[in-house]
């Protein structure tokens, strides 16, 4: 599956950066495909394009923070989690919503 998302905190500095990297290395090890844009403090990093969201199967939002743009993401599936959990427990996350995707498509 491919994932696309944002991740933001409230200072910008290291766990926005930390969250996105946690979820881009646990869907690398799971087989799928995940790009986080990072609106930190050095602005907006790796930005997710209209092409990224089209291709996306759903949009992970771990922000602590409202983000940028996210009406970009209008009619795809969106999951928002707190920063912390994707930096501490990405493959649990991107696991988690893979089942939930899975589980959609069988209803």
């Known amino acids: 599956m491919k994932f696309v998302g944002v ?3 409230i200072a910008g500095l290291a ?3 930390m969250a996105a990297k946690a ?6 090890k799971l087989g799928h495909d995940v790009k986080m844009e990072q609106q930190g403090a050095l602005g907006l990093v790796n930005e ?7 291709d996306a199967d759903a949009v992970i939002i771990a922000a602590d923070k409202a983000i940028e ?8 599936p969106v999951v928002r989690i707190k920063l912390g959990q994707a930096v501490s427990n990405g493959e649990a996350v991107i696991e988690k919503i893979v ?4 589980k959609r498509k069988q209803s």
């Open 99 to 102: 089942q939930a995707l899975e």
């Open 23 to 28: 979820l881009e290395k646990a869907g690398a």
């Open 48 to 54: 997710v394009t209209a092409e990224d969201v089209q």
């Open 7 to 9: 991740t933001a905190c």
């Open 69 to 76: 743009g996210e009406d970009r993401f209008k009619g795809k």
């Open 15 to 17: 766990h926005t950066p």
